[in-house]
């Protein structure tokens, strides 16, 4: 992988891994109880998450930034594919999104991975101390970011400007994309990660929902819903829409 700017990258890392006690105003109570909490981030105000039908959640954000997460327990060697529906009725404007403070996207899910010290970068080893000191052990590593948003193509992969190494991006629908329309998406977690991270995948620890539209000062209002890790065969039975 490329090069990183170490102190571009630093403190985005420490955010996204460890995030901040949030608000819990700002998610449904419906989602509390299905045990979704939010990630906020220092001296951003953070998104607006509410329930919609299918298992799925409605996020508003108004010059906003924050992540809805929820711990899962995924077999990747059973199960390595990720299906879900999106669509966004308020699309946040184009964005780049290799750059930090320009990186704003209307809809965003998170796979996040346990740290594989096995396999770790050494950047990856330098900042893992800092992020166990402050959330612990059990602390995410790598992190795969399936976006709505951006002024690439869809398929483009991008290196997260806060993860650097640790974290990448690809875009599934571009900012431009219809809005107003359901959309079908499945992606092979299980191969993307051997892929971008070049070893075998660890399962994933924890799933999110973000959106980030503090940068532009815009507005953005989507919805995801019926997530599932499913199996290769299933998936084909789903294809994208």
């Known amino acids: 992988m490329a090069g990183l700017n170490l102190g571009r990258v630093w403190p985005g890392i420490l955010a996204l891994l460890v995030g901040l006690p949030a608000m819990a105003t700002n998610v449904?109570?419906?989602?509390?109880?299905?045990?979704?909490?939010?990630?906020?981030?220092?001296?951003?105000?953070?998104?607006?998450?509410?329930?919609?039908?299918?298992?799925?959640?409605?996020?508003?954000?108004?010059?906003?930034?924050?992540?809805?997460?929820?711990?899962?327990?995924?077999?990747?060697?059973?199960?390595?594919?990720?299906?879900?529906?999106?669509?966004?009725?308020?699309?946040?404007?184009?964005?780049?999104?290799?750059?930090?403070?320009?990186?704003?996207?209307?809809?965003?899910?998170?796979?996040?991975?346990?740290?594989?010290?096995?396999?770790?970068?050494?950047?990856?080893?330098?900042?893992?101390?800092?992020?166990?000191?402050?959330?612990?052990?059990?602390?995410?590593?790598?992190v795969l970011m399936y976006v709505w948003g951006g002024d690439g193509a869809r398929g483009d992969r991008v290196e997260s400007p806060h993860l650097g190494e640790s974290g990448m991006m690809t875009i599934l629908r571009p900012a431009r994309t219809e809005t107003g329309i359901w959309f079908e998406e499945t992606v092979d977690v299980a191969e993307d990660y051997r892929r971008i991270f070049e070893s075998e995948p660890p399962d994933p620890i924890t799933i999110a929902i973000g959106a980030d539209t503090d940068d532009t000062q815009s507005m953005a209002k989507g919805a995801v819903a019926d997530m599932a890790f499913v199996s290769k065969s299933d998936a084909k039975r789903s294809p994208p829409g």
């Open 28 to 142: 449904d109570s419906t989602l509390l109880a299905e045990g979704w909490s939010e990630v906020t981030f220092d001296g951003k105000a953070p998104n607006r998450f509410t329930p919609s039908p299918s298992d799925g959640v409605v996020v508003e954000s108004d010059d906003s930034v924050s992540l809805l997460q929820r711990d899962v327990e995924v077999d990747l060697d059973r199960t390595p594919c990720l299906t879900w529906r999106w669509q966004v009725s308020e699309p946040a404007p184009p964005s780049d999104l290799t750059v930090r403070g320009e990186d704003d996207r209307s809809l965003a899910l998170y796979v996040a991975f346990p740290f594989d010290a096995e396999h770790a970068t050494a950047f990856e080893h330098m900042q893992r101390a800092v992020v166990e000191k402050l959330a612990g052990k059990e602390a995410p590593g790598r």
